[in-house]
């Protein structure tokens, strides 16, 4: 019988995927049909992204899960209507252009790069960086695209930390773990690269409390959530100098309104959601293996857990 997969994202990406998720599909061995449009009783697999409109799982009486193309899944999860296994976009192209971003802010913040990029006034500015050993880097997060840029940032030789919900080892990496640790990774953290999940228990884990324990004159990069930060109280702490620089990539309202205190902030750099995006080549890799694993009875890769929000 052939399995029947439904395509439910925003109408300009199913160009962008169709060929591409026809190809790797047909590479598992199973005969299929994919489309933008079935009859739900008859739908099997959704590969999903919130921008298509679907919200009412109800009819999908077959449905044997949802695949997002996103690694976030704060939009969907706790949908009543959703009660089949969710999987969440984790793949090498976010992983590797997540990995490229964060890098490329950090060393833009480490080497002092704005200094001589938006300083030509005819000052001759000197400005001498510590190495990479003597600069902590903290990165908030060690799931899949925490951990990549956390080595990465390793190899290159910064000391970095890490903080995550529950204890990790990852080489390279001073791990932290619990409450009290994450007050010990934010006394050291020079520049902090925030990579958690939207969650009830990450909403404004940078707040006024969080952001006094850093060091002053520290640097925040996000490309993680935009809930994670308390705007008013980071944009208290610019003003006071207890942070120098924030460079955010995510907001709670995207696009980030015309009028918002962020835009016109000297010390706050805006990127427009661009920090690793999924890209059809090698996320359907992933679906495809997990339409496989879903028809053998193997157990899903990145399956979400319901409890804990991602």
């Known amino acids: 019988m052939s399995v029947n997969i439904l395509f439910s994202a925003h109408p300009d990406r199913w160009p962008q995927y169709r060929d591409h998720l026809q190809a790797a599909i047909a590479e598992t061995g199973i005969t299929f049909t994919l489309a933008t449009e079935f009859d739900p009783a008859e739908v099997d697999y959704i590969v999903y992204a919130p921008n298509g409109g679907l919200s009412d799982f109800t009819p999908y009486t077959r449905l044997k899960a949802v695949l997002s193309l996103w ?7 706790g949908n009543p209507t959703l009660t089949v296994p969710l999987a969440r976009m984790v793949d090498q192209g976010l992983r590797q252009g997540m990995t490229e971003w964060v890098v490329g802010h950090v060393l833009r913040h480490h080497l002092g790069m704005d200094l001589h990029i938006t300083g030509q006034e005819g000052l001759w500015r000197s400005f001498v960086p510590p190495l990479a050993p003597d600069r902590t880097v903290c990165v908030l997060g060690l799931g899949e695209l925490g951990q990549a840029a956390g080595e990465a ?6 000391n970095v930390t890490g903080w995550s919900r529950t204890a990790k080892s990852i080489p390279g990496v001073t791990c932290y ?4 640790g ?8 020079e520049i902090l690269v ?9 909403t404004n ?5 969080t952001l006094a324990k850093l060091p002053r004159g520290a640097i925040i990069i996000n490309p993680g959530r935009g809930p994670l ?4 109280a980071l944009l208290a702490a610019l003003d006071s100098g207890q942070i120098a620089h924030a460079t955010l990539d995510v907001f709670r309202t995207e696009p980030l309104p015309p009028d918002h ?3 016109a902030h000297s010390q706050v750099t805006v990127t427009p959601h661009i920090a690793s995006e999924t890209r059809p080549a090698t996320a359907v890799k992933i679906i495809a293996e997990n339409i496989r694993r879903g028809e053998a009875g193997e157990p899903f890769l990145h399956l979400v857990d319901r409890d804990h929000g991602y």
């Open 71 to 77: 690694a976030g899944v704060e939009s969907i999860v």
């Open 153 to 158: 940032l390793a190899s290159l030789g910064f």
């Open 177 to 180: 773990d619990g409450e009290t």
């Open 182 to 189: 994450l007050l010990e990774a934010l006394d050291s953290a």
């Open 194 to 202: 925030l990579l958690l999940p939207d969650t009830p228990a990450t």
């Open 205 to 209: 884990i940078l707040n006024a409390d």
């Open 229 to 232: 930060i308390d705007d008013n």
């Open 261 to 263: 205190p962020y835009w």
